[in-house]
């Protein structure tokens, strides 16, 4: 029951704790210290070993560890035509930590796409390893849920369908621009669909003047979008996150009031999982997993250096086997290890220890 094609029975989130190189370098670019290319330089050098440390770790899937950038969201989104980056207050706040005050809005029509600098740390990658590259990118939902009429003014969208068609209409361009370069393996970041299982996050949602209930339908109507222009060979998978800035979180909620839209609706062949607490509820949603699509059991957590129990996880795997055949499981940490640049709270070696574990249970469970 070995994979071939993505996702992997061992497989990863994508973003890696950045090493100490490498944030000294970007804090010396910072301050004017170095120059952009001295900074590609240790970049280039740095993912260059982290390919190898992933290779040499058994894993199949191969990131850059997203070292190029600040946020697993930011960096992407606010090069997007359209779309700028700016500081204010966050809405929704993660746990007991204050994340950075960095915000996204709408500053033009969406539409026009002329590439975009991650399909060359896309194919960086690609060149430095013989197994499958994987690239990362955050879901269109990463655009409203938010910021929601606040991150697009009505000068520029009157209409918010027509917001949401354009938007949907420029991430196909993208997902294609990364297809075109080579690019089989790619993951949608979608932490909003978990968001709206949280009543307080619902609340957010309703006294901005919005209404829960239809955003899924929305998101998934631009997820398809996104999708609805790549080669037949082309795994896309989501993620499926509640926060995890610093091994914090925000969210809370099983997946079942989202579960069977999230699996008959929308077109992703595969579903990373956070499951590593009880936040994420029970297996009992899987039921609506229809043949031919994967999910990816998020039960090995990024949050701490602590390292599971081997028979603690395969049992996991056997309850939520009661609910979708293994033959459609996969095993991962629960999200990445460093989904902002500061990193969660464990060492490196810790991080490197998980994924050697989930690759050590994946041949176990599935040979």
Same mark, same amino acid.
């Given at each position: ?13 994508? /973003? ?36 190898? &440390? ?52 709408? @500053? ?30 955050? /879901? ?126 929308? @077109? ?24 031919? &699509? ?49 990193? @969660? ?23």
């Amino acid at each position: 029951m070995r994979r071939t094609t993505p996702p992997f029975r061992a497989d990863h989130v994508g /973003s890696l704790l950045r090493p100490a190189a490498l944030k000294e370098a970007r804090a010396r670019r910072a301050s004017g210290e170095i120059t952009a290319g001295a900074l590609k330089q240790i970049e280039d050098r740095e993912i260059e070993s982290l390919i190898r &440390k992933q290779e040499a770790a058994g894993l199949q899937s191969i990131t850059d560890g997203e070292f190029r950038r600040r946020s697993w969201q930011i960096d992407f989104l606010e090069r997007l035509p359209g779309i700028e980056s700016y500081a204010g207050e966050r809405k929704f706040k993660f746990q007991g930590v204050q994340s950075p005050q960095v915000l996204i809005r709408v @500053n033009g029509k969406l539409g026009s796409f002329d590439g975009h600098p991650m399909i060359d740390h896309f194919k960086f990658v690609q060149a430095h390893t013989g197994r499958t590259p994987k690239m990362t990118i955050p /879901s269109p939902s990463a655009v409203h849920f938010r910021h929601g009429r606040e991150g697009v003014p009505e000068a520029i969208y009157p209409d918010m369908d027509e917001f949401y068609r354009d938007l949907g209409q420029l991430y196909r361009k993208a997902v294609r621009g990364f297809a075109d370069a080579g690019c089989r393996y790619l993951q949608l970041d979608e932490v909003n669909f978990t968001y709206l299982c949280d009543p307080n996050q619902r609340q957010i949602v309703i006294d901005r003047g919005e209404d829960p209930d239809t955003l899924p339908a929305v998101y998934a109507s631009m997820i398809n979008a996104a999708m609805s222009d790549i080669p037949d060979d082309m795994t896309i998978t989501m993620h499926l996150c509640r926060g995890n800035f610093r091994s914090t979180f925000i969210a809370s909620g099983g997946y079942e009031p989202v579960a069977e839209l999230l699996f008959n609706t929308i @077109n992703v062949h595969g579903y990373f999982m956070e499951y590593d607490t009880e936040r994420a509820g029970g297996f009992e949603p899987l039921r609506f997993v229809p043949k031919g &699509k994967t999910v990816v059991l998020g039960l090995v957590t990024s949050k701490s250096g602590t390292l599971e129990s081997k028979d603690d996880i395969k049992r996991r795997i056997d309850q939520a086997a009661k609910f979708v055949p293994l033959d459609q499981i996969c095993l991962s940490p629960q999200c990445g290890f460093a989904s902002s640049e500061e990193g @969660n709270i464990l060492a490196e070696d810790e991080q490197w220890a998980k994924l050697r574990m989930v690759v050590e249970i994946a041949e176990e469970v599935w040979g």
